[in-house]
């Protein structure tokens, strides 16, 4: 039966039948995990806004912070998993691009073996960690045991795993590959060897070759962690495997349930709700009335339109995805070439990464304050990265008018009736960042609740848009919205909570203290130190994505800092400034492949319209360096 010819008759028929069942099956899954994850942003919006209003009269709900921090869990594996669906989820894949016929089959096929093979193995961790006595038999919250809750971990890894094999092929004859060959290392991991140290560098050369073919970077990150826990630890023969393999999940529940990581999706989704309407175009209207007249009016509209974005979205390639379209005939009607207006556009997507409330600000305050060796607040990382963000932009903006052609000019007098209309219909665009910062600094809230209060703001704007402007059905497009918002932050989450195994790891081998010691030795001025760092820290940004350098390069770069006396919020922001110019950075930098693709121009060509604006970058990172002033100035200010 199995060597009977499908192509005709009733065997064409039954497969057509499967195929359209298996296909209606999909899609009511995929409608489930959209509203999960729809129901779950939307409870961690609400809560903390009814926290507000029952402070008032003295009583709060019970369990709720718990039940947060637990919501985080659920979008990071539902997000991961839907970043899965989509096949979306955030890898080195640009060298497959090049590849076609068997040999890209080839590396699909090697590429989701060992991807395979790490998530298998992680969510079998999981598993066994939900299992261990006092974890999940624990009541968190509302008398909900800890298994209940925890559930989610192997559930995710297990839709991780089935998306793997049913995207390693188009073909069911060859699904069956990344199978055997998990297997296969799944039963080479457990085997008693007493040498293990000798297979690590040969697997992590395999993992190397698998992330270039095209595996998820969470495969990558995770899969070195489980890899040099397994072999390098010095854990007995008979323990290694399920300590190793524990240890990860216990390290990925612990991180992802961070409280201050509430804020993350939060502050995101405020800035998905934005991006979902027609926000870009009244605040493009808006200061294209007011700046459009003057010289390099064109760039300023660019830069501060893009700075806005990535601010709330917290992803630079949301921005030059979302916008480029939008921009693009804007810097073209001034006079730019296309060269330069791509240049632009590929850049400035990046500028929001040190204003408040971006991600990789609050992320460092997270990780940092993990080290034990300083603690920071979100106020005071948010406040240090204002002055630096706004350097970059105004270097930007110089930059382009610079390069705007004089006979572009045509300077017109401000129509103030214009200005005003354009005004009054960005008005609630404009009062977003008001409320995010009244709510952070004012005292009446906690930085969560500042979140909460920020996103519901933008949720209040989205549906005004969606109802009196563009006239849609909020029900069909808010769960599309928020799936989408979800699928970016769990990508993020799911990253950042297996890289907490390698963090954990390096931690354990004494990897910081010998990076003081070599470091204390070695260097003996704070100058010479911060040129090193940034040295180091843009190859960082040329290897890695800005979120799993945040987990992995923190902590060992906190000890430094404190040796060499380095403020650790002006080491932030030297940290994420020069990660930002990884977004620009040839030849992986992920802005370059994201312009590529929408402007459907060669990845050579947006490199050499980037070019300079990379190196106006650099020129701001060395001044954010060697003047702490514009870091520590303004938190300071505000504590004294």
């Given at each position: 039966m199995e060597n009977e010819d499908l192509s005709s008759g009733p065997n064409l028929e039954k497969s057509s039948k499967i195929e359209s069942m298996n296909g209606r099956l999909c899609l009511v899954w995929a409608r489930i995990e959209d509203w999960a994850i729809s129901i779950s942003l939307g409870l961690m919006m609400v809560l903390p806004l009814l926290e507000i209003a029952l402070r008032r009269f003295n009583t709060g709900i019970s369990g709720s912070a718990e039940l947060l921090q637990h919501l985080v869990l659920f979008v990071a594996m539902l997000g991961g998993a839907i970043a899965s669906r989509e096949n979306r989820l955030l890898s080195l894949s640009t060298f497959t691009a090049f590849l076609t016929g068997s040999w890209a089959a080839i590396a699909r096929g090697f590429s989701a073996s060992f991807a395979l093979f790490v998530t298998v193995v992680i969510g079998i961790g999981c598993f066994r960690f939900i299992n261990t006595e006092g974890i999940g038999d624990a009541v968190i919250f509302w008398g909900i045991p800890g298994w209940a809750v925890m559930a989610i971990m192997p559930i995710g890894f297990a839709l991780l795993a089935i998306r793997?094999?049913?995207?390693?092929?188009?073909?069911?004859?060859?699904?069956?590959?990344?199978?055997?060959?998990?297997?296969?290392?799944i039963m080479f991991a457990i085997y008693p060897f007493e040498e293990v140290e000798n297979f690590v560098w040969p697997l992590l050369i395999l993992l190397i070759l698998a992330t270039v073919a095209g595996a998820p970077l969470y495969v990558a990150i995770g899969g070195t962690a489980l890899i040099m826990n397994w072999g390098w630890s010095g854990y007995f023969p008979e323990d290694r495997v399920s300590i190793t393999i524990e240890t990860q999940a216990q390290t990925l529940y612990g991180f992802i349930s961070n409280p201050l990581l509430v804020t993350l999706p939060l502050f995101t989704l405020a800035g998905y709700f934005l991006a979902q309407g027609y926000s870009s175009k009244r605040l493009i209207r808006l200061i294209q009335s007011i700046f459009g007249g003057v010289r390099g009016g064109a760039v300023i509209v660019t830069v501060l339109v893009c700075a806005f974005f990535t601010t709330f979205t917290g992803a630079s390639g949301v921005t030059v995805l979302a916008l480029g379209g939008l921009l693009m005939p804007v810097l073209q009607s001034a006079g730019y070439k296309e060269r330069s207006s791509i240049g632009m556009l590929t850049g400035a997507g990046s500028l929001g990464v040190l204003f408040p409330p971006c991600l990789p600000l609050i992320l460092y305050a997270v990780v940092a304050t993990n080290t034990k060796l300083v603690s920071l607040s979100l106020k005071d990382v948010f406040l240090g990265g204002a002055i630096p963000g706004a350097l970059l932009v105004v270097m930007t903006i110089i930059w382009g008018i610079w390069k705007q052609p004089q006979t572009s000019v045509d300077q017109t007098p401000v129509d103030w009736v214009e200005v005003w209309k354009a005004f009054v219909g960005a008005l609630g665009e404009l009062f977003l960042p008001i409320v995010a910062l009244f709510a952070l600094f004012s005292g009446f809230a906690t930085p969560i609740e500042a979140a909460s209060v920020s996103a519901f703001y933008a949720f209040i704007v989205y549906l005004v848009d969606a109802k009196r402007v563009r006239g849609v059905s909020v029900r069909a497009e808010l769960p599309t919205m928020?799936?989408?918002?979800?699928?970016?932050?769990?990508?993020?989450?799911?990253?950042?909570?297996?890289?907490?195994?390698?963090?954990?790891?390096?931690?354990?081998?004494?990897i910081p203290d010998r990076m003081v010691e070599w470091a204390q030795v070695t260097i003996e001025s704070k100058y010479l130190f911060l040129l090193a760092l940034n040295g180091a820290l843009v190859l960082v940004g040329c290897l890695m994505d800005i979120f799993s350098a945040i987990i992995v390069i923190v902590p060992l770069i906190v000890p430094l800092g404190v040796v060499f006396g380095i403020d650790p919020i002006h080491l932030g922001i030297i940290f994420l400034a020069n990660l930002q110019l990884g977004y620009l950075t040839p030849p992986i930098g992920m802005n370059l492949f994201l312009a590529s693709y929408r402007f459907g121009k060669p990845i050579s060509v947006v490199i050499k319209a980037s070019l300079p604006l990379l190196l106006v970058f650099v020129i701001g990172v060395i001044l954010i360096t060697y003047i702490p002033f514009l870091t520590t100035w303004l938190p300071g200010l505000l504590q004294n």
């Open positions: 793997i094999v049913w995207f390693s092929s188009p073909s069911w004859k060859s699904r069956w590959i990344p199978l055997v060959a998990s297997v296969a290392l928020m799936a989408e918002c979800g699928l970016l932050v769990g990508g993020v989450l799911l990253i950042l909570g297996v890289a907490m195994g390698l963090t954990d790891y390096l931690i354990f081998a004494m």
